[in-house]
């Protein structure tokens, strides 16, 4: 018997919330982002079952570009932190990979090479987040120097990231709309703003191309509720069995550090998950936790390879009835802040240790 912790992954939940990502913005193209292992999801089964879907993927960096290559992928995949070394424009060239350009060492590199094929290229402009992108005072100048260059593709995307699209309260994305406007005001190309926030919530944003990435995967990346966001399907439902069973007096601990104590009788149930699979040891007591379908509470700290979880109020728990840890019935965003983290954090942290199970194709 294989130890019955496992990601389970439903590839027809992940299809349609990139349809849902596409009805939204339904004039834009969709490039789906795959970074970081698909989110932790498994970025090889992602882009199979997205590829005949979407025209086309990204990625952070041509390691993991490469890595869908070799898995037989072959729709156009952009690099979103463009460039490290010269060398990877050839390679770029190569495999049809699109490259992002955001500093003086892009222009220079893309200047000075000589590529098999021009390139196609996006232009970031910095509209406010201060991350990666040229100011847009020089987004001009940029745009005008790649179009004369004679290794890039002359359809150049200008493209911009948004720093508060999760809250719609804010007024920060309409401020940085309004400056990625401004600079490029006149300049020919399509145009790309709209991460996942900004596909469900912000639709001046949508422009010729979204780029939605976490809430491909089914959870809502909003701060507060959306109505956009409440048909996306959870795509990973984090699963594990008890293994364990014991009842405690009043007073007694359990777990590492004393840090839970029955205030009544109780009955505990050991779990075959831990920090060592991916489940948080920041996970406080009380995070909730699914045990034969209804809601118990983690009780203690999370160890390596076990939690341990009070199931006093379920009646009939047995050795081996399912947990859920979250996905399907327990949405990541309730789990999250009971960990002092986001959901983004949760699925892409998820070690090799936990084996990945598509359970649709």
């Known amino acids: 018997m294989a130890r019955p912790t496992r990601a389970e992954l439903d590839l027809s939940a992940l299809r349609h919330n990139a349809a849902l990502a596409q009805s ?20 090889v089964d992602v882009a199979r079952a997205l590829e005949p879907q979407v025209p086309a993927l990204a990625v952070a960096c041509i390691e993991e570009a490469l890595t869908l290559r070799d898995a037989g992928i072959t729709a156009p995949i952009l690099l979103l932190e463009g460039f490290f070394t010269p060398d990877e424009i050839d390679l770029a060239a190569e495999h049809e990979f699109w490259l992002m ?171 075959c998950i831990g920090y060592g699979d991916g489940y948080p040891r920041t996970a406080t007591n009380g995070t909730p936790v699914l045990v034969k379908g209804q809601r118990a509470l983690l009780a203690g700290r999370v160890s390596m390879d076990m939690i341990t979880v009070d199931v006093t109020d379920i009646p009939g728990v047995a050795l081996g009835d399912e947990v859920i840890l979250w996905g399907q019935g327990l949405p990541l965003a309730e789990v999250a802040p009971h960990c002092s983290t986001i959901g983004y954090e949760l699925t892409t942290r998820m070690p090799a240790r936990t084996p990945r199970m598509v359970i649709v194709g």
């Not at 490039?31 to 698909?38: E, I, Q």
């Not at 590199?109 to 094929?117: F, G, I, N, R």
């Not at 400056?179 to 399509?190: H, Y």
């Open 24 to 43: 939204l913005a339904s004039k834009s193209k969709l490039v789906a982002v795959v970074k970081a292992n698909g989110y932790g999801h498994g970025a």
């Open 101 to 271: 350009v955001e500093n003086d060492f892009h222009l220079h590199s893309l200047e000075a090479s000589t590529p098999a094929k021009p390139l196609r290229v996006w232009l970031k402009v910095d509209s406010g987040m201060h991350r990666l992108g040229v100011a847009p005072a020089q987004a001009r100048d940029f745009h005008q120097r790649l179009s004369a260059c004679a290794a890039v593709d002359a359809n150049i995307t200008l493209c911009t990231h948004f720093a508060c699209a999760d809250d719609v309260n804010s007024t920060r994305t309409t401020e940085q709309l309004a400056e990625f406007d401004r600079a490029c005001n006149g300049l020919p190309g399509p145009r790309s703003a709209a991460n996942s926030p900004g596909v469900i919530a912000w639709p001046d944003s949508h422009r010729d191309w979204i780029r939605p990435g976490f809430m491909l995967y089914g959870s809502s990346p909003m701060v507060h509720p959306h109505p956009n966001a409440d048909s996306l399907r959870p795509v990973m439902t984090l699963k594990s069995a008890v293994i364990g069973l014991r009842t405690v007096p009043v007073g007694e601990t359990a777990g590492y550090g004393d840090t839970w104590r029955a205030e009544r009788p109780s009955t505990l149930a050991t779990v």
